[in-house]
């Protein structure tokens, strides 16, 4: 095996044949041939991925690998690593799209004269895009011996792109390493970033240079040029961004760049990108930068911030924060390098709106106007996702400016929660976007509101503007909940009227739908087949959830587990994975968690692609009735049976699960009375969800005054 192998995981196998990590060890047990261990551990061994390739084949198990498939996994066991490997495949989709031609010419030679030959053409692509390699670029060129393990994994990428584009590959790749390692990265949602890019107002015509100073994986950037992408758009964004992590950095920057378009750094009205690398708040790469707006998702509680050798550094005009206060150091970093009448938007912990430590900093920023709006976020929104979020706007007050009399807040955390339940796959962002922009801009319109009075919003926020006279206390205390009225979820007594009425029908409802007592009878003993035997024999397709993407809702677990509508949104970055779509029929079973929840898809929602942790049962009708399926898959012991247990969760393989084998006919008897089942399990689920609501209603009602005891 050469040494520069592509190594590949258990679960990677499995992938490539479509088939559960149990299939992969029971090979290993069973075929003598099986491939051995080239690296990995004892408990998780790795394998050489031309080998594996070989002997799938000639087992007859894999037919072809699927191109994308066979590229994530070359990244993925890169023996630079994954982020190596995502640098040079950057690099590589940057010369393609800049030079077609240039790049079949370097591809028809051997590997090892391709390194060379690359290594020279890339240098000239880069320079091209980010100046000299002397300048501080984030991205150096790799030499020859860097690229050559490379060289299969950009042939395949080079051949991804040529299908989908070189933007949507990379986003691709990167979207599948940020996916398989959420905990290594701080991740910032596509969603969020696009509210904080347009709450910047970075694709508006007076913002032409944007600053990321902790810029991650260039999450925010990305957002920015999108909305300078929008039509109507006149922006012309000079993107700028900092980021302690080199790999990353060098990510970014390819991402920005490709994203960006070709257009050479020098030609006229080009997008620039300059990514630096290193620690910002010691070393501040963009010392002279008056930027048009700054976006930054800074790390949380720090307290290695630089806080001893920094005491005296200039960019703290509102007060030099305290060690454990690195987010108010963050925010006047991001003041400081602000134009005058410049927007910063940043996401914040909930504790640096109230901490003590930092309510002189927070004083100060209210005096003189340089804070604008504090936005409450739900649970969910980024991580860490148990915590509701907040997002800070500020404005660099000018020389001549007058500091605003008042400061926007807006929370969005408790209906949001109302309306969907809470989490991260359960957040409607259309509704929270709209909610979040309207009050600010009616905010920050010509003119804005009068003092104390609540912005029109729609639906999925409380908004209010507060004086700033009246936040000057002994706290400064800037959490919108303390200072909104409690969120009228109830409507006051007319809506909790409504929803005891709809409570009272449901409860009659749900009584109606009461089983009848069940008749004894002496267990049954009937032949058995598993829903693997009957894939195998064409009765019906297992498929699994994916994060294709798509223009549709997702169907979520939660969905499935709530027994809710798609909530679901799709996966952004252009992954060339083709969405599962649901279709009327299909039994879909939640693959996590060893809850025996199963869900038949109906009219209202089929159509909706089928999000992660799912797997659907697509039954031929002619063989299986879909509502005796799923009956079965909700046994208690069956699910027992079908499922296997990790250090901290319960995985279900569903084609281990069991159906007995009856007629069609007697399969629709069992059909109709587990469907009765299921209308009567939703019955009772509604009637909890109006009964909890009315309960809270009713103690909102009577703690507030507007519901009186009698």
């Given at each position: ?249 060098a990510v970014t920057a390819l991402r920005l760049a490709l994203r960006a378009g070709d257009t ?362 879909p509502w005796f399926l799923a009956g079965f898959l909700r046994g208690t012991t069956n699910n ?71």
């Open positions: 095996m050469p040494e520069n192998a592509t190594e590949v995981t258990a679960a990677g196998i499995a992938r490539l044949a479509g088939v559960g990590r149990a299939a992969v060890s029971n090979w290993r047990r069973r075929h003598a041939d099986f491939p051995q261990p080239v690296g990995g551990t004892e408990t998780s061994p790795s394998f050489a991925l031309p080998e594996v390739e070989r002997w799938l084949r000639d087992q007859g198990k894999l037919v072809e690998v699927p191109l994308r498939e066979r590229v994530w996994q070359q990244l993925a066991g890169h023996p630079a690593g994954p982020v190596t490997a995502l640098v040079h495949t950057g690099c590589a989709l940057l010369l393609v799209h800049r030079s077609p031609a240039a790049w079949r010419e370097i591809t028809g030679v051997s590997d090892e004269r391709m390194a060379g030959v690359l290594s020279l053409a890339l240098d000239d692509a880069l320079a091209a895009r980010f100046g000299p390699a002397g300048n501080g670029r984030a991205v150096r060129t790799p030499d020859r011996a860097e690229l050559l393990p490379s060289v299969p994994l950009l042939r395949g990428a080079a051949e991804l792109a040529a299908g989908t584009g070189v933007r949507e590959a990379y986003e691709f790749l990167l979207g599948r390493q940020l996916d398989a390692n959420p905990r290594q990265y701080t991740l910032t949602p596509p969603a969020l970033a696009e509210l904080m890019a347009e709450l910047a107002g970075t694709g508006g015509p007076g913002v032409r240079t944007v600053l990321d100073p902790a810029a991650g994986t260039g999450a925010l950037l990305t957002a920015a040029l999108g909305a300078a992408d929008a039509p109507g758009s006149l922006a012309a964004t000079a993107l700028h961004a900092q980021e302690s992590d080199p790999g990353l950095a050479p750094r020098t030609a006229p009205g080009a997008r620039t990108v300059d990514v630096r690398t290193g620690d910002t708040l010691r070393t501040d790469a963009f010392p002279r930068l008056a930027a048009d707006a700054v976006l930054c998702h800074p790390p949380f509680n720090e307290r290695n911030w630089g806080h001893d050798e920094l005491a005296y550094d200039p960019r703290w005009e509102y007060g030099f924060p305290a060690r454990t206060e690195s987010e108010l150091a963050w925010v006047q970093h991001a003041l400081a390098r602000l134009r005058d009448g410049g927007t910063a938007v940043l996401l914040m912990p909930p504790a640096a709106a109230s901490r003590r430590s930092g309510r002189r900093i927070r004083a100060d920023l209210l005096r003189r106007g340089a804070l604008r709006a504090v936005i409450a976020l739900p649970a969910g929104a980024a991580p860490p996702y148990g915590i509701p979020l907040h997002l800070w706007v500020l404005r660099r007050p000018g020389a001549k400016s007058q500091p605003a009399p008042e400061l926007l807040l807006i929370d969005t955390a408790e209906p949001a929660e109302q309306a969907t339940g809470g989490g991260r796959d359960r957040l409607d962002w259309p509704v929270l976007r709209h909610a979040v922009l309207d009050a600010w801009h009616t905010h920050d319109g010509s003119g804005g509101t009068r003092t104390g009075e609540q912005p029109e919003t729609p639906p999925g926020a409380a908004a209010r503007t507060v004086p700033v006279i009246e936040l000057l206390d002994d706290d400064v205390d800037l959490a919108p909940a303390r200072h909104l009225p409690s969120p009228a979820a109830t409507g006051g007594p007319a809506e909790l009227a409504g929803v005891r009425e709809r409570l009272t029908r449901t409860l009659g409802l749900a009584t109606t739908l009461t089983p009848p007592p069940p008749a004894p009878a002496a267990p049954a003993h009937r032949p058995l087949t598993t829903i693997g035997e009957l894939a195998r024999a064409g009765a019906l397709q297992l498929r699994h959830g994916g994060a294709g993407t798509g223009t549709g809702p997702v169907l979520t677990e939660h969905d499935v587990l709530g027994s809710t509508p798609p909530s679901g949104a799709p996966a952004a970055g252009g992954s060339p994975e083709e969405p599962v779509l649901v279709a009327a029929g299909d039994v879909v079973v939640p693959v996590l968690g060893g809850v025996t929840v199963v869900r038949v898809v109906d009219e209202a929602t089929a159509g909706a692609a089928l999000g992660r942790n799912l797997q659907l049962l697509r039954p031929d009708p002619a063989v299986l009735d027992r049976q079908a499922s296997s247990h990790a250090s901290t969760a319960t995985r279900l393989d569903a084609r281990r699960l069991q159906l007995p084998r009856l007629p069609l006919a007697e399969q629709r008897r069992y059909g109709e009375r587990f469907r009765a089942l299921a209308a009567f399990e939703d019955a009772l689920r509604h009637a909890g969800r109006l009964g909890g609501q009315l309960v809270q209603g009713l103690y909102d009602g009577l703690t507030d005054g507007t519901v009186t005891p009698e």
